[in-house]
């Protein structure tokens, strides 16, 4: 069974960066695993995600400048950078493990990160 925890969240000021990490245990390298957020009052979506050999996908083009996602296999952990912060990036950001980003099969409990102005 994989569980996966988050962590690096916090409160930024904007222009501000954090590095959020994703820690699994049990295997994950037949998984993609990737980033998804949840701000208030809307829905989840997708970030951005990479497969066991360093390949990324992202959600839309606005988010390959400032996030970047990267897995280190040895530690069995993903990491989300993100620089610039803006209080739109203010959400709970999940971590997930699926076939694909459309068939989740674990998700985190989430890390909250806050941005102010």
């Known amino acids: 069974q994989v569980q996966l925890v988050e962590s690096g969240g916090g409160l930024v000021q904007a222009g501000g960066s954090l590095r959020l990490s994703c820690a699994a245990s049990g295997r994950t390298s037949n998984y993609i695993m990737g980033w998804f957020r949840q701000a208030p009052g809307k829905e989840r979506e997708f970030v951005l995600a990479?497969?066991?050999?360093?390949?990324?996908?992202y959600s839309r083009a606005a988010m390959k400048g400032r996030f970047t996602i990267s897995r280190d296999n040895a530690k069995n952990t993903v990491y989300l950078q993100i620089d610039s912060l803006k209080p739109e990036d203010t959400a709970l950001y999940y971590c997930a493990a699926g076939t694909t980003m459309g068939e989740i099969a674990h998700w985190g409990q989430g890390t909250q990160v806050t941005v102010s102005s």
């Open positions: 990479i497969n066991w050999s360093g390949i990324r996908t």
